[in-house]
């Protein structure tokens, strides 16, 4: 019985085939995510995979139904497959923000799920890296969570050569459509449209524009021009302060489909533009009020980063890591007589933390040793008729007798 | 809106309410398991969470559907949010086995869903480590994967006080029931017969044992003499070479409720015997061949341990460490003029590895402190009028001056 289509099976490797997804490609990339996470100080959480399906419906509209794994559970109930985490995310601090000094700043990894057409990039579910900041105005805060984004990127062994942080603003392009007699019902179809203008042909661009009483080339100048708004001067000096500008640009070509975006926005895209965005998020500052029903006001950002372009990415630039099973020692068993004093061991050895690997049945040394090659153990270890250890560093070639507490002893402060 | 019953929301700690989870804990629970699973030289490995429903049904019959979250999906496909791993573990092994040598030692910490009656360490999703070995008959391998459901226990703290493993065998009881005459078509009723025979009354399981054609006394004599089968007494002297027997016995009251085990069962129990099975496992042999209709047929063996039940009991017993943000270094800034010399500073410490928190606005130099003194940081830092950094350790309070390349120096090494 095949998996469902748009479904990934996680395999560790080496891969059984080229198209396979790696496991171990997966969890170094969480222990990246969470590790620069946490050197920011952000906290992790997490909430269900299955919500009421009004959870979602309140945010997005009935629209968004089109795109879910929803049903009625056994309770009556409708409820959807998580396709986002932002909306439980808010119920989860409307509901306990007071306990938490403000910027309260978390992350989460959860798998999400939209039921659309398959495509190069797109599944029908996927990993996303959520760091979000709530309780703080300030665009410092902006600017922090956008260096989180470019430091993950960095931390997985991207350069400033492979990708580049556009960075926009909803408070720009408000004050150009104030500016030009631009009447509030139709702010969100003005946005639109900038939102797709890099995809869509220049005439319909313009006549769609002309329709909403702006011309084209005046919306060109404005993004040519580049002129950072005050909020995105003060980000951009503070991540140039950190080393950072060579990251990041202002780009007013972004502006981030959903209506809720309030202030800055921002998109992480590859340098040579061959894949979909690695990363979007930005300014939500109302978007907590509307969820709580009005209960909760708290200023709020946020980006998700999905698991699997940026997976295509690292894999195309070759920026991921060989994997194995990270064996540091496989014990050799040259004479079953010996195996209760190896088994003693081996326990010793993964008493201390290391990993441990031997031949659960009677096999032949040679076969025994070729195993700990392909394993690519650090070393071998295998207890003689007089009780002590051979032990042979597989790279160094090296080889020495110690006894089994020696063995021990430098096993537990090595690593 | 509320989150649906039976699921659960983690926090970071300090936690909002004392019946809040904790997602440090669930991190941290995640973490050992996955260190004790690799020094075993288990590997990772994962499926999708939707699932076509016959993958469940094919296995458990249709009465399982009673307790899936399915439903059918946009594509009209007859589906269910996974209730358990391992016919998704089958379908992946039965496809790429040969890729992998023997025996293939795999674990996954999938989420898992049923639709049931809510009750005490009994939720509608939970989490569990699955560690499963395929291709090797020999009760060696029951043994070494005892010892890991043993050490993954130990490396969460708990002590053969604590727990024990009580280790029965589907092949003593089937031998016991055809000595005395028992017909195959009945061996499964009197196995859910003895399953039951801890909670059930003595009259209506020596009932139930009558209408057999069996005793109650002679199968307690069985249970009572304890008699180690002989692939029992292997992984017993297997066990014992590892230093383990104090956490294991041979207890025939076991004998798992599922109709697939084939040889060696376990179960893991706290001492006290306050909480439900800790974890479960053991010899499913014709499961890979059912599941694969007949396809691939491997000897395979595994074990599930529950998240919830483990969480009450290292609460319950106290055995869980106190869960910071982890914060190495509180940059502290007492002029705002020195907060791009602050930011360069993070930025360097972050770049080494370290968890760095600061004010990101203005703010007075005590609460700054404060904040540090909250956060249990390791260290302060603030930058002087003359450049060079004046370090605190909270924990000695002690104070030096270093330069900046100095101090980002130290942390670097430090760790």
Known sequence: ????????????????????????ARSYLFDQWRAVARRYG???YDGPPLEPLELYTAKSGDEIVGQLYNFSDKGERAVAMRPE?????????????????????????????????????????????????????????????IALLIDTLRALGLTDEDFVVRLSSRNAWQEFFVQRGGTPDRAYAFFQVIDKLEREQEAESARLLQAL??????????????????????ILSQLSARGLSPYVKV????????????????????????????????????LVKVLSGGKVDLPALGFGMGDVVLMELLRARAR??????????????????????TLRLAQRLRDAGRAVEFSLTAAKPDKQFKRALELKARCTAQIEPDGSVRVRELKARDERRLSVDEFVQSMTQAR
């Open 1 to 24: 019985m095949e998996r469902l289509p748009g479904f990934r099976d996680f395999y560790p490797e080496p891969l059984p085939s080229k198209d396979a997804w790696s496991a171990d």
């Open 42 to 44: 952000f906290r992790e």
């Open 85 to 145: 985490m932002t909306p439980t995310l808010a119920r989860m601090i409307a509901g306990h923000q007071r306990n938490y000094p403000k910027p309260i700043k978390w992350f989460a990894i959860p798998q999400l799920f939209r039921y659309e057409r398959q495509q190069k990039g797109r599944l029908r579910e996927h990993f996303q890296l959520n760091a979000d900041v709530f309780g703080e105005k300030d665009p410092s805060v902006d600017a922090e969570l």
């Open 213 to 234: 009483g702006f011309a084209l080339p005046d919306v060109q100048e404005f993004i040519r021009a580049a002129t950072p708004t005050e909020e995105l001067g003060l």
């Open 251 to 286: 780009d007013y070509n972004v502006i981030r489909g959903l209506a809720y975006y309030t202030g800055p926005v921002f998109e992480a895209f590859d340098r040579r533009g061959e894949f979909r965005a690695i990363a979007g998020g930005g300014r939500y500052d109302n």
């Open 320 to 341: 991921l890591p060989e994997f194995t099973a990270g064996i540091d020692v496989v014990c050799l068993i040259e004479d079953e007589a010996r195996r209760p004093q």
